[in-house]
């Protein structure tokens, strides 16, 4: 499977970015998340989910700012609301084949077997 994030950018603190990740194929039957690096840290969990949704489970840090959604099968989208600076980081999705429309929730980076290449999105305060 190969992934491809995009939609990072540069955005004063307060401000909106939505990202995509477009599959080469069909997300369902996948676990799939959306992680993110911050400089010299490691990577950590944004929001990890299901095709069904059923298993949408979001990190503290961003729960009630940060919303996961779906576009065609094969794209995702993360609606980043109220950026703060400490959001900001490069962005990664990831997926890996459960085989089910509702994988129960995976939220190490380890668990995932395929990766995209990652977008930055930088918050200025």
């Known amino acids: 499977v190969q992934l491809q994030a995009s939609g990072g950018g540069s955005v004063q603190a307060g401000g909106s970015l939505r990202l995509s990740c477009t599959a080469s194929?069909?997300?369902?039957?996948?676990?799939m998340g959306w992680f993110r690096q911050p400089p010299g840290k490691e990577r950590e969990f944004v929001v990890v989910d299901n095709w069904s949704g059923s298993s949408t489970s979001y990190a503290d840090s961003v729960k009630g700012r940060f919303t996961i959604s779906k576009g065609a099968k094969n794209t995702i989208y993360l609606q980043m609301d109220s950026l703060k600076s400490e959001d900001t980081a490069v962005y990664f999705c990831a997926v890996k084949w459960c085989g089910s429309l509702r994988c129960s929730p995976k939220f190490q980076v380890e668990e995932y077997t395929y990766w995209g290449q990652g977008t930055q999105v930088t918050v200025s305060s």
């Open positions: 194929r069909a997300f369902s039957g996948y676990n």
